[in-house]
């Protein structure tokens, strides 16, 4: 199943055939470590099932195995589209908690990503390696339940995704220079 408007896999489907499996990433946290592999110089074709199953293993069933290499080749598609279209994969569930549970998995997966594939903060440029550190700090959000303002917070949230957006899209292109827009 996917999101008929982004194309990404339906969230809780894919949790329950990483559950299944016996991964222990959400599917928030998978999509970041694809992300992030498909910003390093690393191949990610070859990486992404060693950093989700271990060194040597591969998803336990073709139906999870269809729906990740899907979802790295949709990743690559979006970051190559010249219109912006990258979508982290994140809940789709109202509750804000939910959601900033799931942005944080990206976060951390991105960087494990990032980190598996071979990038190092010196190899980017300052305005990447900046976004990076902000990465790291967005990765421990937690959220603030006294005094709580739910629109505010659900706007906030909402901004550091556009944020987080560009910046992957940043790293992504540098890493891509020879690559050809469309």
Do not use: N
Request: glycine share 12%; aromatic share 6%; charged share 25%.
């Amino acid at each position: 199943m996917t999101d008929p408007a982004s194309g990404l896999p339906d969230y809780d489907a894919l949790a329950l055939l990483l559950r299944e499996a016996g991964a222990a990433q959400s599917p928030a946290e998978a999509h970041g470590i694809l992300t992030g592999l498909l910003c390093t110089p690393g191949d990610a074709e070859t990486l992404w099932r060693g950093m989700l199953f271990g060194q040597g293993e591969s998803p336990s069933t073709a139906a999870l195995h269809e729906t990740l290499a899907g979802l790295l080749g949709l990743t690559r598609a979006m970051l190559d589209d010249a219109e912006f279209g990258f979508e982290p994969l994140l809940p789709s569930e109202e509750a804000l908690g939910v959601q900033l549970a799931g942005f944080t998995d990206w976060c951390r997966g991105f960087l494990l990503g990032l980190s598996g594939g071979g990038t190092q903060e010196r190899s980017l440029s300052p305005e990447a390696a900046e976004f990076l550190k902000d990465v790291v700090q967005m990765s421990e959000a937690e959220m603030e339940t006294e005094g709580m303002d739910p629109e505010g917070e659900a706007r906030a949230l909402a901004e550091l995704v556009e944020y987080l957006r560009a910046g992957v899209q940043l790293i992504y292109d540098e890493r891509e220079p020879t690559r050809q827009l469309h």
